[in-house]
């Protein structure tokens, strides 16, 4: 079992920067691939970015793609999100996953089988 836990959302105007971080329980941590995915209001929740066990490979959505960073410190059982350039469109709760399987990473949500509740980023224009 694996429990995970944003935090370092919050309110930025267009433009900034925020750093999302996933803290997670549990000796198998450094065992999984993690992903960062997002709800906006009214829309369904989208892949953001996903990194394999080792950081070795990531993936990103191209609509973060030269504008977010997915890293983790699995000495820490942490996974980051560093956003930078904002956009009002970046708008969403965010939520870490954990996929307990052998991939590399996933882009689907139903791959991943623990998530964390979530942390709000907002940008204003």
């Known amino acids: 079992q694996v429990q995970l836990v944003e935090s370092g959302g919050g309110l930025v105007q267009a433009g900034g920067s925020l750093r999302l971080s996933c803290a997670a329980s549990?000796?198998?941590?450094?065992?999984?691939?993690m992903g960062w995915f997002r709800q906006a209001p009214g829309k369904e929740r989208e892949f953001v970015a996903a990194i394999s066990w080792s950081g070795g490979s990531t993936y990103y959505a191209d609509s973060v793609k030269g504008r977010f960073t997915i890293s983790r410190d699995n000495a820490k059982n942490t996974v980051y999100l560093q956003m930078n350039s904002l956009k009002p469109e970046d708008t969403a709760v965010y939520y870490c996953?954990?996929?307990?399987?052998?991939?590399?990473?996933?882009?689907?949500?139903?791959?991943?089988?623990?998530w964390g509740q979530g942390t709000q980023v907002t940008v204003s224009s």
């Open positions: 996953a954990a996929d307990s399987s052998s991939r590399s990473w996933g882009i689907e949500g139903r791959e991943y089988d623990y």
């Open positions: 549990g000796r198998t941590f450094s065992s999984y691939a």
